[in-house]
């Protein structure tokens, strides 16, 4: 069973800096993309960064400059280093891979539970 465990979230103000982790366990052959997404109250999901595989990155418009994703592929964790913090940047964080697992050799997205980022002005 695959999952994907997100930690690091919290609430800060404005300016400040959090980081967030996520791990990949479970019975597996290899992670290949992985992203972060987030979701703020009452707007959909939307993507905040991603990393291949060799650690080649993309970020949206909103926080390029001010996050930076990264990956650490022996440990199967991704990170996202969170500066300048605005309260825009207040939502839900999910933490999403391509996972082949095991049991099937096929490439499938998994999903984290979330992690609550709160920034205060």
């Known amino acids: 069973q695959v999952q994907l465990v997100e930690s690091g979230g919290g609430s800060v103000r404005a300016g400040e800096s959090l980081r967030l982790s996520c791990v990949v366990t479970g019975s597996l052959f290899s992670v290949k993309r992985m992203g972060w997404f987030r979701q703020a109250p009452g707007k959909q999901r939307e993507l905040v960064a991603t990393?291949?595989?060799?650690?080649?990155?993309n970020y949206a418009d909103s926080v390029q400059g001010r996050f930076t994703i990264s990956r650490d592929n022996a440990k199967n964790t991704m990170y996202l280093l969170m500066d300048s913090l605005k309260p825009e940047d207040t939502a839900v964080y999910y933490c999403n891979a391509d996972v082949v697992p095991r049991t099937s050799w096929h490439p499938a997205p998994y999903w984290g539970q979330g992690t609550q980022v709160t920034v205060s002005s």
């Open positions: 990393i291949t595989s060799e650690s080649a990155s």
